[in-house]
């Protein structure tokens, strides 16, 4: 019997798969605990429809992606902090303060967790971050730490 599963079943396949289950287990194990539903006419073009909106949804988020990345593109942010007569930082420039500048400077709300850092900014000076927008699409700024 196939089916259309609605939920990751660990010896099957996972959610929104259509797969060929044998009858008894369908009938038995899958249908009644909503793990499944019988793949018919209705089913399947549910299936097919709620794969179209994925497909929009995704497709969606590439062009803002893309969009936030040209806007981001060439834009030096700057950021004050304290530092001493060396020019090192008292503490340093973290993914946050960075994100946060983002925000503030050019309006585009961006996850911490987006920006890429090999190691905290610990010291005046200009450095280029890494942003990653999407898994297709980064960024990159430029980071200009001066003095407070």
């Known amino acids: 019997?196939?089916?259309?599963?609605?939920?990751?079943?660990?010896?099957?396949?996972?959610?929104?798969e259509i797969v060929k289950a044998a009858d008894g287990h369908?009938?038995?194990?899958?249908?009644p605990r909503g793990l499944?539903?019988?793949?018919s006419g209705t089913e399947l073009a549910k299936l097919k429809e709620k794969e179209k909106a994925k497909k929009r949804q995704?497709?969606?988020?590439?062009?803002?992606a893309k969009g936030k990345a040209a806007e981001l593109e060439d834009?030096?942010?700057?950021i004050s902090v304290k530092a001493g007569e060396t020019g090192k930082l008292f503490g340093s420039v973290t993914t946050n303060d960075i994100a946060d500048t983002i925000?503030?400077?050019v309006g585009i709300k961006i996850d911490k967790r987006k920006v890429e850092l090999e190691d905290y900014i610990k010291s005046l000076g200009t450095k280029k971050v890494s942003i990653n927008l999407h898994k297709d699409v980064s960024a990159t700024v430029k980071v200009k730490v001066t003095e407070a």
């Open 58 to 64: 995704k497709e969606q988020e590439l062009e803002e």
């Open 1 to 16: 019997m196939k089916v259309i599963l609605k939920e990751d079943v660990k010896s099957l396949g996972e959610k929104g």
């Open 75 to 78: 834009v030096i942010l700057e």
């Open 26 to 31: 369908a009938r038995n194990y899958l249908l």
């Open 36 to 39: 499944a539903v019988e793949a």
């Open 103 to 105: 925000q503030e400077q």
